[in-house]
């Protein structure tokens, strides 16, 4: 992936690197520190009345772009105070040079620093730190929190990692966060991404052919991306060119995989079967009504119904019970070649053996885990086993099991066997109840069942599921969230145009 995408996400290293591309093209640094600075000056004019600031300013390159905000922003008629973590003498290059040019009141940086201040300007480390803050910023921080007065952040808050999101110990809440050229992976990784506040994505001059030159991590999920390969409905449609989802249902919690087929329908899928225990098969023929519901008895009602080579997309695990039964459901569904979507307990299922998955994996395929399913699968990319981030985590995963990796939470993240990946922002947190994961597992399913390619029928129903949310606003419960899939596509469609990918 390319920084050059405007939807672009890239680690503190490809930044870092695309800032001495600039250099080696000609770009005085001292220039793009005051763009910078400039930029930050901008975003806090237009968002805050003048009133007495304070710009914490710390040693390095952030420091100095905190030096050129106080600078433009005492032109303008601002009350500035700067305060500096460093002693003159620590500052170099581009920071001792606009260092030089502030010539407004200075001292150290303490909790006695805030006293009078309205506003505090949060230019201490950005994305450079890398470990946690020494005693005399941690006091700043934490009587910062404690005062409860505003902040903008200059790149990143102070005490969040920059290629993670996380929390090097104490970090800075800000309202306003401003970054320049791309944002970093932690600004939409969580808890980084909570930090933030609103987030401001500034144009500092950065030459094209640098960003054409500049890797990136992963591309920030939109409809951009994807609008333009949803399934678009056509004078000789019919049904069974929609695709025919096969979901299996469980014996206890039949809700789950009613609401995923419920899912499926209304995202598009022509046709969708729920296969239900004959116990309990009344149970999901009664409550579905557009939905088809066959009784099956054991793996050999299974197999049968996948003989019908027209049920081209399965869904399995959405309350279908940890079960060596399960386990061969999913090998009896890839063995035939079907596109797959795996969740929940068909994840679980193969806890305690993985491999025998990722062997069987042949055709496209999407897993959908949560943190604790995911390492139950990935042990070695835990959260707990590995300081990888979390786009990184998923990509492995991804490569190891050959399938698409959609790694569930408010930072979901959807990775491919070939390296894409993209994390979706728009997730709202009512979206933490029950059922919901069941839908969008059905919403995948619909999508694959339709043709899209896994990954883009995973990214495009992460930002559905979202956008859903939403429109619903509070309340929301999973069984809400079938019923307004439509109108969340139209409303995209209509917003957005079918654009092709930038």
């Known amino acids: 992936m390319q920084a050059s995408h405007p939807l672009a996400l890239v680690s503190n290293q490809q930044m870092n690197a695309l800032d001495k591309a600039a250099l080696a093209f000609g770009v005085p640094g001292s220039q793009l520190m005051d763009a910078a600075g400039l930029a930050v000056a901008k975003v806090i004019a237009k968002n805050w009345a003048p009133c007495p600031t304070l ?47 502030w010539t407004g009141p200075s001292q150290r940086l303490s909790a006695a620093a805030l006293d009078g201040a309205h506003l505090v300007v949060d230019a201490l480390f950005g994305a450079g730190l890398g470990r946690p803050v020494k005693q005399e910023t941690l006091l700043f921080i934490q009587a910062l929190k404690q005062s409860g007065l505003p902040v903008c952040a200059v790149d990143i808050p102070t005490g969040i990692e920059g290629s993670s999101g996380r929390a090097l110990g104490e970090a800075v809440y800000a309202q306003h966060t401003v970054t320049f050229v791309r944002k970093k992976l932690a600004h939409v990784l969580q808890p980084g991404r909570s930090h933030c506040g ?21 591309l920030e999920n939109h409809p951009k991306l994807w609008l333009s390969y949803l399934p678009q409905l056509q004078a000789a449609t019919h049904k069974y060119t929609r695709g025919h989802v096969l979901i299996a249902g469980g014996a206890q919690l039949s809700g789950a995989a009613r609401l995923a087929a419920l899912a499926s329908a209304r995202i598009g899928a022509g046709l969708v079967t729920v296969a239900a225990p004959r116990d309990v098969w009344p149970i999901y023929a009664t409550s579905l009504q557009s939905i088809m519901v066959t009784p099956i008895d054991g793996l050999s009602s299974w197999t049968s119904l996948l003989d019908d080579a027209r049920k081209n997309a399965i869904l399995l695990g959405p309350g279908g019970g940890v079960s060596q039964e399960l386990q061969e459901k999913v090998l009896l569904g890839l063995e035939k070649r079907r596109a797959l979507v795996l969740d929940a307990d068909a994840l679980s299922s193969f806890a305690s053996k993985p491999e025998t998955l990722f062997a069987a994996i042949n055709s496209p395929c999407v897993l959908t885990p949560h943190e604790g399913e995911f390492a139950r699968l990935f042990p070695q990319l835990s959260q707990s086993n590995t300081s990888l981030n979390k786009v990184d985590r998923a990509l492995a995963a991804a490569q190891k099991s050959q399938a698409v990796v959609l790694l569930k939470g408010a930072d979901t993240v959807i990775a491919a066997p070939n390296g894409q990946a993209v994390v979706n922002t728009n997730a709202p947190p009512q979206l933490a109840t029950a059922g919901t994961g069941d839908v969008l597992a059905g919403m995948i399913a619909g999508l694959m069942a339709q043709g899209l390619e896994p990954f883009w029928a995973a990214a495009a129903s992460s930002y559905l599921h ?37």
């Open 466 to 502: 979202g956008e859903m949310a939403k429109q619903f606003g509070l309340g929301l419960i999973a069984d809400d969230l079938p019923g307004l899939i439509p109108n969340a596509l139209q409303a995209i469609k209509n917003q957005n145009g079918a654009e092709a990918p930038a």
């Open 55 to 101: 710009v914490a300013c710390g040693p390095g390159n952030n420091g100095g772009d905190g030096f050129v905000i106080a600078r433009y922003l005492q032109s303008w008629g601002w009350p500035v105070r700067v305060a500096t973590v460093a002693d003159a003498n620590r500052y170099t290059g581009d920071a001792l040079h606009h260092f030089k040019l």
């Open 198 to 218: 609103q987030i401001h994505v500034e144009d500092i001059g950065m030459p094209a052919a640098v960003l054409a030159s500049g890797a990136a991590s992963a």
